[in-house]
């Protein structure tokens, strides 16, 4: 089992900044693809991003391409997801997941992190 920790999540303006962070502990040699996914209550977890470990291999839902990026520190078993010129819709929770197969697909995850909040006010 690979344990996750999210943070980094907080209040913002409409257009602005925030990095979350993705720490992993545990069995982190099983896994080979770290994701973030989101939820808005009352509506279905969706996809945002993931990448491999080794930052080979990234993917983005159409939504955030070109506004967010994710980069990796595997030295420190961490990955982030810097998040730029939010707009309102991106509120939510924000999850990181870990699994071994590049999909979007829920499906395909292992680990949750516990979930870290991001409100875009307008």
């Known amino acids: 089992q690979v344990q996750l920790v999210d943070s980094g999540g907080g209040l913002v303006q409409a257009g602005g900044s925030l990095r979350l962070s993705c720490a992993a502990s545990?069995?982190?040699?099983?896994?080979?693809?770290i994701s973030w996914f989101r939820q808005v209550p009352g509506k279905e977890r969706e996809f945002v991003a993931q990448?491999?470990?080794?930052?080979?291999?990234?993917n983005y839902a159409d939504s955030v391409k070109g506004r967010f990026g994710i980069s990796v520190d595997n030295g420190k078993n961490t990955m982030y997801l810097q998040m730029n010129t939010l707009i309102p819709e991106d509120t939510a929770l924000y999850y990181c997941?870990?699994?071994?197969?590049?999909?979007?697909?829920?499906?395909?995850?292992?680990?949750w992190g516990q979930g870290t909040q991001v409100t875009v006010s307008s």
């Open positions: 545990g069995r982190t040699w099983r896994t080979t693809v």
């Open positions: 997941a870990a699994g071994s197969t590049l999909s979007s697909e829920e499906r395909h995850i292992n680990d």
């Open positions: 990448t491999t470990w080794n930052g080979d291999h990234s």
